[in-house]
T-cell receptor
Framework: GQQLNQSPQSMFIQEGEDVSMNCTSS?????WLWYKQDPGEGPVLLIALYKAGELTSNGRLTAQFGITRKDSFLNISASIPSDVGIYFCAGRPNNNAGNMLTFGGGTRLMVKP | DSGVTQTPKHLITATGQRVTLRCSPR?????VYWYQQSLDQGLQFLIQ???????AKGNILERFSAQQFPDLHSELNLSSLELGDSALYFC?????????????FGEGSWLTVV
């Protein structure tokens, strides 16, 4: 099936640092979503992107839908300990008959106080 | 709290057994999705239902089946369980079943097969 390449797989950063992660696909997506998953919880939607080139912020989080429609990035500014978790990108392929999402492999973020 | 409710939260069962996972979507959502999350496979789409009918199918094994009932709750049935079926199973829901609708996830059902 469709695959999304998400990088990096993990990051260990100091509190206050900025974070950047991205996802790429070999095919076109018409929607990009970014989720955060805490241990033992379900993924929680952070940001949704619906148009190529769209740049959207949610507090300290900023995400962009790539112009080619094959990539997206998520930035977190001034990280804090509660940012710890696994961040997933998810995309909706262009020829999607339903509404299913394809997920990246996740970026595990660890923040040192 | 996403509004999507899943039961049970944890389940331990033996190989060869059958289990049923249940999901209540958010109020007003007509579409339900099932995803499997295992350590080595990430989040894998299994199946989608919209208003009681199957809408899309992903990597769902023949030993697995699902349905959505008239009250819109859904069940995922896993049979002839194998050790490799141990995973977190997530239910998600959205208002419509078409592309462009935001999908909200439940907290998952953790299945351990021993």
């Amino acid at each position: 099936g469709q695959q999304l390449n998400q990088s990096p797989q993990s990051m260990f950063i100091q509190e206050g640092e900025d974070v950047s992660m991205n996802c790429t696909s070999s095919s076109i997506f018409n929607t990009w979503l970014w989720y955060k998953q805490d241990p033992g919880e379900g993924p929680v939607l952070l940001i949704a992107l619906y148009k190529a080139g769209e740049l959207t912020s949610n507090g300290r989080l900023t995400a962009q839908f790539g112009i080619t429609r094959k990539d997206s990035f998520l930035n977190i500014s001034a990280s804090i300990p509660s940012d710890v978790g696994i961040y997933f990108c998810a995309g909706r392929p262009n020829n999607n008959a339903g509404n299913m999402l394809t997920f990246g492999g996740g970026t595990r973020l660890m923040v040192k106080p | 709290d996403s509004g999507v409710t899943q039961t049970p939260k944890h389940l331990i069962t033996a190989t060869g057994q059958r289990v049923t996972l249940r999901c209540s979507p958010r109020s007003g959502d007509l579409s339900v999705y099932w995803y499997q999350q295992s350590l080595d496979q990430g989040l894998q789409f299994l199946i989608q239902y919209y208003n009681g009918e199957e809408r899309a199918k992903g990597n769902i094994l023949e030993r697995f089946s699902a349905q959505q009932f008239p009250d819109l709750h859904s069940e995922l049935n896993l049979s002839s369980l194998e050790l490799g079926d141990s995973a977190l199973y997530f239910c998600a829901s959205s208002v419509q079943g078409n592309s462009g609708n935001t999908i909200y996830f439940g907290e998952g059902s953790w299945l351990t097969v021993v």
